[in-house]
């Protein structure tokens, strides 16, 4: 695949230009959390006219919160993005760049990245996990990204984990996200962000709490999916120590929901790469 594309998560918003499916050029700003659509867009056009693209090029572009199958935009951690609901993406990006731009989720689109370029190569059924601002996900199975009309599918970050106690900015009470994801482990911590506990040192239990929600939640996937492959990526699931975390607690499952555990292999582009190829086959 080539043409351009954008990853805007809860923390940083990333555009790059890819060539053959690989970046070859990358920008990066902090993301405005309380910015209203029009707001975001004209950060993704900067980001964009900053790496040369013209009207009319192939663009993806990746978004934290669900895209339903109109396009439209919405937050389902309403603590990440607070001035999105219902914020009509997909019509907005064709107006502006044409008829070649498309949207999707963040976590869904670095799945299929993995699954075809990466990690996933040659998974039956195949999970990518992202532990970031919150905890994302994308299920590719028997080869095919599963979608819901909705653009709900795939949010196991919104799935129960036994380790919950509080409610997550979805609403709903002891998610893995509530428990594992960065925005829970800085206000746990009482911290800015979960980069500065990693820093900081003397949080291992809180780290490891998130760990082992995250290997709680693949055992319950596998349980669910039957899945032979799970990778993790974003920026807390690749700090160094992170995945050997879940790794041991993982060992407290029988091996029968022990699928093989992995580090994304496109690491912080592969949401970027899955969003420009679901632009591709959405284009036909
Ligand atoms: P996004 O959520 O915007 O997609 P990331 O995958 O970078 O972006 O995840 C952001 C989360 O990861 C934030 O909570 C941030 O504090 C945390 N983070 C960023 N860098 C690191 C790091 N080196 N080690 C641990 N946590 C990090
Ligand atoms: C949340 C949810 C997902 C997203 C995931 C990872 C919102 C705003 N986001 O579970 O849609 O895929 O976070 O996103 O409801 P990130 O921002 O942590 O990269």
Redesign the pocket.
Known sequence: VSGFAVDL???KTAAARIEDGQVVVRLQKATDGSAELDAQVRVIADLLAELGYAHGEPLGVAV???VDRHGDWH???TG??RGISAAPLGATLRARFGARAHCA???AAAALAEARLGAGRGAYNFAYL?V?????GGLVLGGRLIDSGNGLAG?V??AGSRLGDQRCG?GRFGTV?SVA?GRAIAAAAGLHDARSVFEHGGFELLIDRSAAAIAGLIGDLTAILGLDRVAVG?SIGLAPGYLARVLGHLQDEPALFRPEVVPAELTHDSGLIGALLIAQETAG
């Open positions: 998560g809860g923390t934290t919160g669900r937050a389902i951690n990440t993005l989720n963040d976590a992202t970031s601002t919150g905890v994302g949010h970050g919104f979805s996200e994801g974003g």
